[in-house]
């Protein structure tokens, strides 16, 4: 984890589930992340409906150049990332797992900024394939930050954590282990996963 958002909203998320393998929305408390608020959003667990923000903080309007509530997390990814994405939200409520992406913003003047996205699971009312708690910050602001608005992502890196220690066994419909490298890992869309702690 690079951006300070994601460590600082990580471990508040791994603070209030206890011994659970996630919190419930209700635990989130505003006041206890006020510092890392703006760079906060949580999804609508719908598949679909491409994931749409319920909650997204200022920075992060600020980033993309309008309110994002109501639109869809999916939306801003295009081909192979966007089938990525959704393979990694549905791992993230299927296994309470916690998904760190880097990934590169661009303008429509080219410009290009580093991001780290944090997909965390929440449970509402009791079900657990509810709510998405997430962060998205720059790496590194630059200066032209607020003023171009960023239009697209692209990814550049995907870790997989279970804080829980758990995972769900591969199914026979997943993708098939690439030689050599079935002992160490496993894919999720283009990605090769390696299971580890923090």
């Given at each position: 984890?690079?951006?300070a958002?994601?460590?600082?909203?990580f471990g508040?998320?791994?603070?209030?589930r206890?011994a659970?393998?996630?919190p419930?929305?209700a635990?989130?408390?505003?006041?206890?992340?006020?510092?890392?608020?703006?760079?906060?959003?949580?999804l609508?667990?719908?598949?679909?409906?491409?994931?749409?923000?319920?909650?997204?903080?200022s920075r992060i309007?600020?980033?993309?150049?309008?309110?994002?509530k109501?639109?869809?997390?999916?939306?801003?990814?295009?081909g192979?990332?966007?089938?990525?994405l959704?393979g990694?939200?549905?791992?993230?409520?299927?296994?309470?797992?916690?998904a760190?992406?880097?990934?590169?913003?661009?303008t429509?003047?080219?410009?290009?900024?580093?991001?780290?996205i944090?997909?965390?699971?929440?449970?509402?009312?009791?079900?657990?394939?509810?709510?998405?708690?997430?962060?998205l910050?720059?790496v590194?602001t630059?200066?032209?930050l607020?003023?171009?608005?960023?239009?697209?992502?692209e990814l550049?890196?995907?870790r997989?954590?279970w804080p829980?220690?758990?995972?769900?066994?591969?199914e026979?419909?997943d993708?098939?282990?690439v030689?050599?490298l079935?002992?160490?890992?496993?894919?999720i869309?283009?990605?090769l996963?390696?299971?580890?702690?923090?």
């Amino acid at each position: 984890m690079k951006a300070a958002a994601t460590k600082d909203l990580f471990g508040y998320w791994n603070r209030i589930r206890g011994a659970r393998a996630a919190p419930e929305r209700a635990d989130v408390d505003p006041a206890a992340i006020r510092k890392t608020l703006g760079d906060t959003f949580i999804l609508e667990a719908d598949i679909g409906g491409g994931y749409p923000f319920r909650l997204s903080g200022s920075r992060i309007c600020a980033l993309i150049g309008h309110e994002m509530k109501g639109e869809t997390f999916l939306s801003l990814w295009r081909g192979p990332d966007r089938a990525t994405l959704l393979g990694t939200l549905a791992t993230v409520s299927d296994d309470a797992a916690v998904a760190v992406i880097g990934a590169q913003g661009l303008t429509e003047l080219g410009r290009r900024i580093d991001l780290e996205i944090g997909l965390l699971p929440l449970r509402h009312r009791g079900r657990t394939h509810a709510r998405v708690l997430g962060s998205l910050a720059a790496v590194e602001t630059p200066y032209w930050l607020g003023a171009c608005p960023v239009t697209r992502f692209e990814l550049t890196s995907l870790r997989m954590i279970w804080p829980s220690g758990r995972r769900r066994p591969l199914e026979p419909t997943d993708p098939a282990p690439v030689p050599g490298l079935s002992a160490m890992g496993r894919r999720i869309g283009r990605f090769l996963v390696f299971d580890g702690g923090r």
